[in-house]
């Protein structure tokens, strides 16, 4: 069975977080104490979700110590030339003095201006590692190319209908650890393959997707308001499946 968590160049990331898309005010505060009391321990947020406070009003009624919750925030690509402003308010809006991971949310048009703006506030220990999301691999290899650095993550739209593994090998042979959003948008769950297995596991369908992003290395923040699915998405680390499941799902790609 793989570990529950992965390195990062600082630290370690669950590979199962929780996402938290379209979640405000109380709903984003329950569905964060409730999925930190069934033991997620990594939560996604951005500033463009507007919940950061949120977040940091759920870690705190949870008891837990701040080096025990994986916290994940992004900046806006248009606020950019702002960053430091963006993650002082992120910062403060969490209630905690550093994040653990710091994404650009998309490509802004200077993606090395950005990427260099980024590492400095890391290095003056804003966050503990730096990534971005919606980058393609000829962005990555050109944040490379440029300052020597590979981002420590890349959040990208991965479920089956997504699988690349050319995608996956430029990540791994780059050391940028792969993220998941949206593993449940693509028509996965009412996927015949996936319901078979999911049958044959006595699993559901959500926790068999959930279980090939892990299969893959890939890290995943499925999202949920439900405390039921919230515990249920978690439930994923003891069981695992075949290599002859993997690839009946990976060849769900379109
Ligand atoms: N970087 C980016 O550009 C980007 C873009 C999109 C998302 N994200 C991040 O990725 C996270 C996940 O992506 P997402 O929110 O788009 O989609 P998702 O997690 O794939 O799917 C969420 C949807 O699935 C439902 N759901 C959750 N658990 C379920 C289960 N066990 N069975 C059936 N349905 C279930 C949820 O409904 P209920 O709430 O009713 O359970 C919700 O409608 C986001 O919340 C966000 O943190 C990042």
Do not use: C
């Not at 030339?81 to 910062?91: G, N, Q």
């Not at 994040?99 to 998309?106: G, I, S």
């Not at 590492?119 to 971005?132: N, Q, S, T, W």
């Amino acid at each position: 069975m793989p570990a529950t968590d992965i390195a990062l160049p600082v630290g370690r990331i669950p590979r199962v977080g929780l996402g938290t898309w379209q979640l405000r005010g109380s709903a984003a505060r329950t569905a964060a104490e409730a999925a930190l009391q069934v033991g997620y321990r990594h939560i996604d947020t951005a500033t463009m979700y507007q919940n950061e406070a949120e977040i940091g009003a759920a870690l705190t009624a949870s008891g837990l110590a701040r080096d025990e919750v994986f916290l994940t925030t992004k900046i806006p690509a248009e606020r950019i030339s702002d960053a430091r402003r963006v993650l002082e308010d992120s910062l403060s809006a969490l209630g905690v003095d550093t994040v653990d991971l710091w994404l650009a949310h998309w490509p802004p048009p200077d993606i090395v201006g950005a990427w260099q703006a980024m590492r400095k506030l890391r290095d003056e220990g804003l966050a503990r590692a730096i990534g971005v999301s919606n980058f393609d691999p000829a962005q990555i290899d050109e944040l490379i190319t440029a300052t020597g650095e590979a981002p420590a993550l890349n959040q990208i739209r991965w479920s089956p209908s997504d699988f690349d593994s050319s995608r996956l090998e430029h990540s791994r042979s780059r050391g940028v650890v792969l993220e998941g959003y949206s593993a449940f948008k693509s028509g996965a769950l009412t996927s015949p393959a996936v319901v078979d297995i999911a049958r044959s596991l006595d699993r559901t369908p959500a926790q068999v997707v959930l279980r090939w992003h892990i299969e893959h290395d890939v890290v995943v923040i499925p999202k949920s308001s439900k405390p039921e699915r919230l515990a249920s998405n978690f439930d994923v680390f003891d069981f695992g499946l075949s290599a002859d499941q993997v690839a009946r799902i990976d060849a769900l790609a379109r």
